[in-house]
């Protein structure tokens, strides 16, 4: 059984790449063969597990526009046994440009998923924080959509975009897609604003929320600068706790 | 006299919009007649002053590709006495596909605002989390670039392939541009992988590092909420008096 996550929303910084390489790595940790692919070309779900990035030479831009190129040929081990990722670069940035006009574009990272999905249990797709064409990609190869919120206003406000895009892919690409849940992310126990925020975002999305809320916690921010997850990096911290729950959460709902 | 900062960097979430409305608000207060022109899709500065933003009819997107449209048609008066705003919408999201192919696609901004400049002294821009067709365009367009930096390590990675931008931009299309400062954004005073990181910042940027650093305050947080800048909403708050601070910095620079 093979499910496809893709975490996505268009606001910057809400904790789309802290929550992709944390719950990748509990998964793989429970056991799960999981495969964490990166389509930002920011690569920070790459660099949060490679050591030498820049030694990199074929990533998924490569994989995405060259059709003599599998995602085997790219995939890489991380330090977390049964976690493995195909990372990123820079060179996505093009991808729309590259893509553009081809009747394929949209479809073209669901199509080379396919080969790999009777390979891992769990795939979870970190997307950069736009909803152009890669992020239209991941949402076109996910089973189900993760939504990160971070409880503030500016954070909230791109919401309704976000799920009318996911409504254009449902209609015309992926009609199975379904939205996975919906977690807060950075939350900021001592604020008024975000106990607020929580509160609209629990009224607009009801049981789609996650119970488990994810803290601001400086351990999670920590982390990737040693390459490793929270939960070798910190495995008592409330980062890590909280992701173990989510993905306890994720595994009861998918 | 004229100047135009545009506030970019592709990393999300480092407070480049609420850097862009509350130094365009902090310069119209001390009596500089200023534009805060909003290019990002998101259209985060325009929600933060405009009370109604899907009445907004005409934005940005159709003064960039329509020949006939001038900034001067879609201005929009803020509460704050002598600051006006040129808002954005979803539709900007198109505009990289729009302008594709065409031989000024990355002059259209600093075209447009070509006859405004003298009626403005200070013209600020806020720009997407990207570093595609409209930052390109925000960075053509530009006296300075101002560049908020999160000190985390996420964030920091990403300062490279910034700064090759800004030098492909100055090689191509606009020598005159010239990095105003790097600001240390979302500070918490109370971690150590802050103060690290700022000490690699500065060590990496030297004397273009502002000394104002602004630190993570709620009150930042909740004015765009208020449709308020800082400065009405909490103007004895950390957050203004660092604002202040860095408008005094700026003025002193460009
Ligand atoms: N719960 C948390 N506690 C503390 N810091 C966090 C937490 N979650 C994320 N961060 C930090 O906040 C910043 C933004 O998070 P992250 O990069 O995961 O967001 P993102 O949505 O992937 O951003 P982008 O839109 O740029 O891809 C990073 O520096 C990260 O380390
Ligand atoms: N100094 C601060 N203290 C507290 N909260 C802040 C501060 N600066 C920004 N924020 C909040 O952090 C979040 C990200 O800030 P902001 O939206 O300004 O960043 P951005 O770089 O414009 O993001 P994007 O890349 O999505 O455009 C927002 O919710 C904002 O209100
Ligand atoms: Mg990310
Ligand atoms: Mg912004």
Excluded: C, W
Aim: proline share 5%; glycine share 4%.
């Amino acid at each position: 059984k093979n499910t496809v996550i893709t975490i996505a929303n268009q606001k910057g910084g809400v904790g789309k790449t802290t929550t992709a390489i944390n719950i990748s790595a509990a998964l793989a940790f429970k056991g799960f063969k999981t495969l964490l692919v990166d389509v930002d070309p920011q690569a920070n779900s790459t660099i949060s597990y490679v050591l030498n990035p820049e030694k990199i030479e074929k990533s998924i831009y490569e994989a995405l526009t060259d059709s003599n190129i599998t995602l085997k040929d790219i995939i890489l081990n991380t330090t977390v046994p049964g976690l493995h990722l195909i990372p990123s670069k820079i060179s996505m940035a093009k991808l729309e440009s590259t893509l553009l006009g081809e009747i394929d574009s949209y479809y073209r990272l669901k199509d080379k998923i396919e080969g790999l999905k009777k390979e891992y249990e769990y795939i979870i797709i970190d997307t950069p924080p736009t909803l152009g064409l890669i992020t239209l990609n991941a949402m076109v190869a996910a089973s189900y959509i993760l939504i990160p919120i971070q409880p503030s206003y500016l954070s909230l406000e791109g919401t309704d975009d976000l799920l009318e895009t996911i409504e254009k892919v449902k209609q015309r690409a992926n009609p199975d897609l379904k939205i996975l849940g919906v977690l807060i992310t950075l939350h900021d126990k001592r604020t008024v604003i975000s106990k607020d925020v929580i509160n609209k975002i629990k009224e607009v999305f009801g049981p789609v929320v996650f119970k488990t809320i994810i803290t601001r916690s400086v351990r999670l921010e920590e982390s990737p600068a040693y390459k490793e997850s929270i939960f070798t990096f910190a495995p008592n911290s409330s980062g890590a706790i909280q992701y173990k729950n989510l993905v306890e959460e994720i595994i009861s709902r998918a």
